[in-house]
């Protein structure tokens, strides 16, 4: 029972980590839309293609769902894609706030980005 305990509690510490973790291996990435369900963020608000969806994910962080919810602001304003990541095909999102979400078969995953305003967001 014990070793049963230390794993379970070993595998949601590692679930908890934060730091230089990043999502690998990635290519094909492709935008399929933006989107908003909020009146005060519009899709064009959102600049982001191809490109500016790769630097995303080469500077963006794995998280936790606790690390966003405590240090950014989720906004329902976003970008939306696929991507193919070792191999599998993924779907993403990324919020005009920094924090994105990759699917890949039902495994999802955060990822988050302090510095990609310059990425993100349309400039004025």
């Known amino acids: ?3 049963i305990i230390g794993l379970m509690l070993a ?4 679930s908890c980590a934060t730091g230089t973790a990043r999502i ?5 990435i492709a935008v399929t839309g933006v989107r908003s369900t909020e009146k005060s ?10 490109g500016r969806a790769a630097a995303y994910f080469r500077r963006a962080q794995l998280v936790d769902f606790r690390t966003i919810h405590d240090q950014y602001d989720w906004v ?6 696929s991507l193919v990541e070792k191999g599998r095909t993924c779907s993403w999102k990324i919020q005009a706030g920094g924090v994105g ?7 999802t995953r955060y990822v988050a ?10 400039r004025p």
């Open 1 to 3: 029972m014990r070793p």
């Open 113 to 122: 980005c302090r510095h990609c305003d310059d990425l993100l967001l349309r």
């Open 101 to 107: 979400i990759v699917d890949c078969a039902g495994e």
């Open 24 to 28: 690998s291996g990635v290519s094909d």
């Open 41 to 50: 963020c519009k899709p064009s608000d959102v600049a982001i293609d191809s």
């Open 11 to 14: 595998a949601l510490l590692m």
């Open 76 to 81: 329902e304003c976003y970008a939306e894609g």
